[in-house]
């Protein structure tokens, strides 16, 4: 069965305190990883997607890494307006309809 | 640019009473999605939509049924909700084929049943 489980919970951090959430994965194959972010009251937004072991990926103060069984976003000096949910999403291979499996999140507050 | 739209925001139901949820988008996407969002479940597919006409179950079907009339529009009813089904709903649509289209969210609809 797929399974994606993301690490820790909840994290609060201090600004410009750097640190990284995990997003580790269980899958037949793997086609794409996801990374979204969500603020409270909206729907998902796409951050990242990665592909293959070794691979990363930058945004502003993010960046994603992939290995073959888990995934990390890296947050370096954090601003209060990172704050949000991150949510981490495994597309397996020959997944009918484009399908995503969801961890259930990591909450983020950076506090200034 | 609207991208996915969700209606209503908010609904108060009772249990017993049915309604319907309703997802526009505006990119021409072929494939949408319907998912819940629970308290520390992370979201859940419910039923998808590879096309205009079909549809397909997901993790969590029952309860529910979908239509997909139009190729923008994509229902999802409850014909009798449950207190089991108080949820956040959120629609998702896609291009087909490619990974590396991700899916883009509507900003869901927060549905209480008494």
């Known amino acids: 069965e797929d399974q994606v489980t993301q690490s820790p919970e909840a994290l609060r951090l201090q600004e410009g305190e750097s640190s990284s959430l995990n997003c580790s994965y269980t899958?037949?194959?793997?086609?794409?990883l996801f990374w979204y972010r969500q603020d409270p009251g909206k729907g998902p937004e796409f951050l990242f997607t990665l592909y293959s072991a070794g691979e990363e990926k930058e945004k502003e103060r993010l960046k994603a890494t992939l290995t073959k069984k888990e995934s990390f976003l890296h947050i370096t000096a954090p601003k209060p307006e990172d704050s949000a949910t991150y949510l981490c999403?495994?597309?397996?291979?020959?997944?009918?309809?484009?399908?995503?499996?969801f961890g259930a999140g990591t909450i983020l507050r950076v506090k200034s | 640019n609207a991208g996915v739209t969700q209606t209503p925001k908010f609904r108060v139901l009772k249990t017993g009473q049915s309604m319907t949820l309703l997802c526009a988008q505006d990119?021409?996407?072929?494939?949408m999605y319907w998912y819940r969002q629970d308290p520390g479940m992370g979201l859940r597919l419910i039923h998808y939509?590879?096309?205009?006409?079909?549809?397909a179950k997901g993790e969590v079907p029952d309860g529910y049924n979908v239509s997909r009339l139009k190729k923008q529009n994509f229902l999802l009813g409850l014909e009798s909700a449950a207190p089991s089904q108080t949820s956040v709903y959120f629609c998702?649509?896609?291009?087909?084929?490619?990974?590396?289209?991700?899916?883009?969210f509507g900003d869901g609809t927060r549905l209480s049943i008494l």
């Open positions: 939509s590879v096309g205009e006409g079909t549809t």
């Open positions: 990119m021409n996407h072929e494939y």
């Open positions: 998702a649509s896609s291009y087909p084929g490619q990974s590396d289209q991700p899916q883009h």
């Open positions: 899958v037949s194959g793997l086609r794409g």
């Open positions: 999403a495994v597309q397996p291979n020959m997944e009918y309809g484009n399908k995503l499996v």
